[in-house]
């Protein structure tokens, strides 16, 4: 069995309290606290003063909130908080919907389309979603563009027309009346203050534009060892690492472009100070931005920038891994920008070289590392390639996805049911590309009671026990 249970209990007012009184960063994403007399809601390290208790509501998500009619904190910005774990206490189909939401499934699309691809009825899915999440399938996702909508608002000088279209709605009257329904100010009257970063010419990718923006996530990352283990497996000419970044080439939809991640240098007596929130930097093709949306949560999925250290770590610690979470705080485990890419990467092993230099499609850059874009599945599945051709021909055809949500016994059973695909492989594509904590490398391993303390972060402790394990 791989299916993991919460271990987290759920939050009460108490320990809610106790976040927001010591502006506690392992809770920042896990809860929001509405302000009654303000109707703001905020992330529990938001730097405003604490409110009187009595004016507070604690709210799961943001969605929740803005529900119930608070709008996002201009201070703390909510938009920036990093998102919860795939092992929270939600049924499979209400998160595997609310992963896809968050990767802009419902952007001119409808509720029925998604349940149609989740194997479920629309009124099914609706209820699942309101139980579990507290808000509807179409309330998740408005939330979703308006918080993007708010961080390109604030963060670039992009004109509001290419940011109503690149956060996920179809026009622009759209966008404006949402915006002032849900936030009760104009687009233009967030605009007034000047922009903490802009769309800049970047010298190093022959003349395209770049955006920059952030990513958050929880301390401790262990940004070096996320980024051995990505440099370890980077598809050449796609992906590269260099000075302290991650680098690739991304198509998606018809578009075309790169992005590069890197920690930020930040004085270590200012990441100390009160407030200060953890992020990396990233930069993103003009190009990319009309799938700006999935482009986001393809890179916190790939980067795992959604794990809870210390939720992860206290529970590895009391399964007798403690000296070895001591060692390395801040361990992630990669996921997979695409579930194909994970494949090829994994099944392919050595000769994934050849197979990117024949197949990849070749595109200008203006960065020598980076050359050819992913070689995709129907590619591959037409080349015929010894080994690959009957997975190509099943994720081409739609017969099987590998994305964050899935479920990942199914995941696993169909992987191996192709042909040059033993456990072992299977169990690393899963673990990647479902980007599912509780998947473990070695099935010989995974099938000892002793490995059963681990659950559901026996990911977590693989990468602890031996990070070569989490490599082709």
């Given at each position: 069995m791989m299916r993991a249970t919460a271990i987290r209990p759920a939050l009460d007012a108490d320990v809610c309290d106790r976040a927001l009184?010591?502006?506690?960063?392992?809770?920042d994403g896990v809860f929001f606290v509405g302000i009654r007399t303000t109707m703001i809601y905020c992330r529990p390290v938001c730097p405003a003063r604490v409110s009187y208790k009595d004016r507070r509501r604690f709210f799961d998500t943001a969605a929740a909130a803005e529900r119930d009619g608070f709008r996002p904190c201009m201070r703390c910005r909510p938009e920036l908080a990093p998102g919860r774990t795939s092992c929270d206490a939600?049924?499979?189909v209400a998160q595997a919907a609310a992963i896809r939401i968050a990767a802009g499934a419902l952007n001119g699309r409808g509720v029925g389309d998604?349940?149609?691809?989740?194997?479920?009825?629309?009124?099914?899915?609706?209820?699942?979603?309101?139980?579990?999440?507290?808000?509807s399938p179409v309330e998740l996702a408005q939330t979703h563009r308006l918080l993007l909508a708010k961080r390109l608002l604030t963060d670039t000088a992009l004109p509001v027309t290419r940011i109503a279209y690149a956060s996920g709605f179809q026009s622009l009257r759209r966008f404006n009346t949402a915006f002032r329904e849900h936030y009760r100010m104009s687009p233009s009257a967030l605009r007034r203050r000047p922009?903490?970063?802009?769309?800049?010419?970047?010298?190093?990718?022959?003349?395209?534009?770049?955006?920059?923006?952030?990513?958050?996530y929880r301390d401790p990352l262990d940004w070096d060892a996320l980024l051995e283990t990505l440099?370890?497996?980077?598809?050449p000419g796609v992906e590269a690492v260099a000075d302290g970044r991650y680098l690739r080439t991304v198509r998606l939809g018809q578009c075309r472009g790169v992005v590069m991640v890197g920690m930020p240098a930040v004085p270590?007596?200012?990441?100390?100070?009160?407030?200060?929130?953890?992020?990396?930097?990233?930069?993103?093709?003009?190009?990319?931005?009309?799938?700006?949306?999935?482009?986001l949560a393809r890179l916190r999925h790939l980067l795992d920038l959604d794990a809870e250290p210390s939720v992860i770590g206290a529970h590895l610690t009391a399964t007798g891994l403690g000296d070895l979470?001591?060692?390395?705080?801040?361990?992630?485990?990669?996921?997979?920008?695409?579930?194909?890419?994970?494949?090829?990467?994994?099944?392919?092993?050595?000769?994934?070289?050849?197979?990117?230099?024949?197949?990849?499609?070749?595109?200008?850059?203006?960065?020598?590392?980076?050359?050819?874009?992913?070689?995709?599945?129907?590619?591959?599945?037409?080349?015929?390639w010894p080994g690959l051709e009957s997975i190509a021909r099943a994720m081409a055809g739609g017969t099987l996805r590998l994305e964050p949500g899935g479920d990942p016994e199914s995941a696993l059973?169909?992987?191996?049911?192709?042909?040059?695909?033993?456990?072992?492989?299977?169990?690393?594509?899963?673990?990647?590309?479902?980007?599912?904590?509780?998947?473990?490398?070695?099935?010989?391993?995974?099938?000892?009671?002793?490995?059963?303390?681990?659950?559901?972060?026996?990911?977590?402790?693989?990468?602890?026990?031996?990070?070569?394990?989490?490599r082709s």
């Open positions: 009184a010591a502006r506690d960063a392992r809770f939600v049924p499979r998604l349940a149609g691809e989740l194997g479920v009825g629309e009124r099914q899915l609706r209820r699942a979603m309101e139980r579990e999440l507290g808000v922009p903490r970063a802009l769309v800049r010419p970047a010298a190093d990718q022959a003349g395209a534009g770049l955006v920059r923006l952030t990513l958050g440099a370890a497996g980077a598809l270590a007596g200012e990441a100390r100070k009160p407030g200060y929130v953890p992020h990396l930097e990233l930069d993103v093709s003009e190009s990319l931005l009309p799938e700006l949306m999935p482009l979470v001591s060692a390395r705080p801040g361990l992630r485990v990669p996921g997979a920008f695409d579930g194909f890419e994970c494949a090829l990467r994994e099944i392919a092993g050595e000769a994934v070289g050849a197979i990117v230099r024949e197949l990849g499609e070749p595109v200008e850059t203006g960065i020598g590392a980076l050359d050819r874009l992913a070689p995709t599945a129907a590619a591959v599945a037409a080349a015929g059973r169909a992987l191996v049911g192709h042909s040059g695909i033993d456990e072992r492989t299977a169990a690393m594509i899963v673990m990647r590309a479902l980007h599912w904590p509780d998947a473990f490398p070695d099935p010989e391993v995974a099938s000892r009671e002793d490995t059963e303390a681990w659950r559901p972060w026996r990911a977590y402790a693989a990468a602890h026990l031996g990070p070569a394990a989490l």
